[in-house]
T-cell receptor
Framework: DAGVTQSPTHLIKTRGQQVTLRCSPK?????VSWYQQALGQGPQFIFQ???????QRGNFPDRFSGHQFPNYSSELNVNALLLGDSALYLC??????????????FGSGTQLSVL | AQTVTQSQPEMSVQEAETVTLSCTYD???????LFWYKQPPSRQMILVIR??????QNATENRFSVNFQKAAKSFSLKISDSQLGDAAMYFC????????FGPGTRLSVLP
């Protein structure tokens, strides 16, 4: 049973460029969330996708956008990259959109460096 | 908005000893869950333990247990018989409308 997989594992971009990160959820999961984890900090919620729609969003600008495909996989897009976007981007999947007891299963993340 | 605070940026414990990591949170919601996640150098977040807010009984998972004080909004993690493999970042998390993570505590285990 494959867990949550993310690609690529590392990425280097320059300011102003655009980037796309990919995530495949754990088998059987239909909800995908994205988190940004800056160095030395806890993960910050970016947004959550369910049934191919963005259902919740954290305090992130519109430069951050996403997509969910019919097979539940998801992409995170960041436009006009800033130095401050350098971080570990974590994808998490879960079974349910709204259950507060729902465990998140995380991937190993994509380390994005913006130069 | 919900917030989660971990007041200990770093902790250390001798192998086989017991250590307690602190966490406090703030919320006005009545239905929520609390979690402790571990993040080893591999970066993958791993669930350690989960607590239902409406249950008085503290959750336990083998060597890991919590002390949940709902009125005080406190949720500490106790690790007994610490092992070298327990060394990692530990994040306290709250789930109501969405997940909110604390800033983390880096735990070192000394041989």
């Amino acid at each position: 049973d494959a867990g949550v997989t993310q690609s690529p594992t590392h990425l280097i971009k320059t300011r102003g460029q655009q980037v796309t990160l990919r995530c495949s959820p754990k088998s059987g999961h239909d909800t995908v969330s994205w988190y940004q984890q800056a160095l030395g900090q806890g993960p910050q919620f970016i947004f959550q996708y369910y049934e191919e729609e963005e259902r919740q969003r954290g305090n992130f600008p519109d430069r951050f956008s996403g997509h969910q495909f019919p097979n539940y996989s998801s992409e995170l897009n960041v436009n006009a990259l800033l130095l401050g976007d350098s971080a570990l981007y974590l994808c998490a999947s879960s079974l349910s959109l709204t259950a507060t007891n729902e465990k998140l299963f995380f991937g190993s993340g994509t380390q994005l460096s913006v130069l | 908005a919900q917030t989660v605070t971990q007041s200990q940026p770093e902790m250390s414990v001798q192998e086989a000893e017991t250590v307690t990591l602190s966490c406090t949170y703030d919320t006005s919601e009545s239905d929520y869950y609390l979690f402790w996640y571990k993040q080893p150098p591999s970066r993958q977040m791993i669930l350690v333990i989960r607590q239902e807010a409406y249950k008085q009984q503290n959750a336990t998972e083998n060597r890991f247990s919590v002390n949940f004080q709902k009125a005080a909004k406190s949720f500490s993690l106790k690790i007994s018989d610490s092992q070298l493999g327990d060394a990692a970042m530990y994040f306290c998390a709250y789930n109501g409308q969405n997940f909110v993570f604390g800033p983390g505590t880096r735990l070192s285990v000394l041989p």
